[in-house]
């Protein structure tokens, strides 16, 4: 049932470039966005609200950067557990969009029934198609990871993102802001998606040598500038929750406004930044880490290392990639860290100390 791995938490890992290639194939007919009925307009809309719990909510602020970027369109971005006692203002031509695993998580559902006959469309993004939130919605998108067993969401992740990529991408052709050459060329990025995953997944030997080092640490902080700002805070969650190590993360550009007095050679300094338009940014940040003793690790692309120069305590390469699907495959990374750093700290990696996979109640 294991297929083979040790844990569910790696089969589950291991599978992200077969289901991703698959989730992608049912959404695209003939290189055009297809989505189940009754369909979706972005021009209805002024503005989206997404809401979501723990790993599935870091999903939604990625995809906030996407959609601002692509289709123009304001984005909130809440937990559900803040969101649903809030009580926002909800103006009529909002699209509410809800992403959850197993699409029973509690605080979700009653997010969701609260936006019920106030937003323009209530729409979730699921792996779990039988499920309340599904039921609830006017319109459903599986996410289609297959079962997910660890408790550590991993392969959801991913799936999420995809399908919320293409969402973007849609958003961004229905308000006339993306032409076909450009559709093309993001949809050509997304094919290319799982051999990049692949070439992700051969690193897990050296991912594994360096987990094992980051194992002994008792904070870890991860940062990430953009888009990877959300993939640091999941980086993290992942770390904390089946290795138990504490850790952080944080925003780049924050680093000076206060965690940094929390950094010296004890602490890993995770850094996910493929070279793209914020690179020489993030290098200034880690030369401020690196000038305090601080163990820098380095997630980026031959290209990044090159111009990070010397200094990193330790760097693992990635393949190139486009800028804006960069939290895609550095989830990998992520994933392998937190994973390789339980096994070697011998914690129960599919069920981590008091989580449950699907959270019932508030
Ligand atoms: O089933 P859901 O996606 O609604 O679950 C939300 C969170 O409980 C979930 O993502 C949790 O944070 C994971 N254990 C993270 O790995």
Redesign the pocket.
């Known amino acids: 049932e294991k297929g083979g791995h040790r844990h569910f938490m790696a089969k589950e890992i291991a599978e992200q470039p077969t289901v991703l290639g698959d989730a992608l194939a049912h959404y695209l007919r003939d290189d055009t966005i297809s989505l189940p009925e009754p369909g979706l307009d972005f021009s209805e809309f002024d503005r989206i609200v997404m809401v979501?719990?723990?790993?599935?909510?870091?999903a939604c602020v990625v995809a906030k950067y996407w959609f601002e970027r692509l289709s123009g369109l304001s984005v909130e971005v809440d937990i559900?557990s803040e969101f649903r006692y809030r009580e926002p203002p909800i103006p009529p031509r909002t699209l509410a969009l809800f992403?959850?695993?197993?699409?029973?998580?509690a605080d979700?559902l009653a997010a969701l029934r609260y936006c019920e006959g106030k937003a323009a469309r209530i729409v979730s993004v699921?792996?779990?198609t039988e499920s309340s939130?599904a039921r609830e919605s006017d319109l459903v998108l599986p996410i289609r990871a297959g079962a997910e067993i660890?408790?550590?969401?991993?392969k959801?992740?991913t799936c999420?993102l995809t399908v919320l990529f293409l969402l973007a991408l849609k958003g961004a052709h229905d308000r006339g802001r993306l032409d076909g050459e450009e559709m093309d060329a993001y949809l050509s990025a997304l094919r290319h998606m799982p051999g990049l995953m692949n070439s992700a997944l051969a690193r897990s030997g050296d991912i594994g040598r360096v987990a094992k080092a980051v194992a002994e640490a008792r904070d870890v902080l991860f940062l990430g500038r953009g888009a990877m700002f959300p993939l640091a805070m999941?980086g993290a969650?992942?770390l904390k929750?089946?290795s138990y190590i504490h850790a952080e993360g944080y925003a780049s550009g924050e680093l000076k406004h206060g965690p940094i007095a929390l950094v010296d050679k004890s602490v890993p300094v995770i850094v996910m930044a493929p070279s793209d338009h914020l690179f020489d940014k993030t290098v200034s940040n880690m030369q401020e880490v690196m000038a305090r003793g601080g163990k820098v690790l380095l997630i980026t692309d031959t290209k990044g290392a090159k111009l990070a120069g010397d200094g990193c305590w330790k760097t693992l390469t990635l393949p190139e990639v486009e800028p804006m699907l960069a939290p895609i495959l550095y989830a990998l990374p992520a994933q392998l860290l937190a994973y390789h750093a339980a096994v070697a700290k011998g914690t129960d990696v599919d069920q981590?100390r008091n989580?449950?996979?699907?959270?019932t109640v508030e």
């Open positions: 979501a719990c723990g790993t599935a909510n870091y559900a992403v959850s695993q197993s699409g029973e998580t979700t699921v792996n779990v939130i660890g408790v550590a969401s991993t959801a992740f999420q999941e969650l992942k929750e089946i981590p989580l449950a996979k699907s959270v």
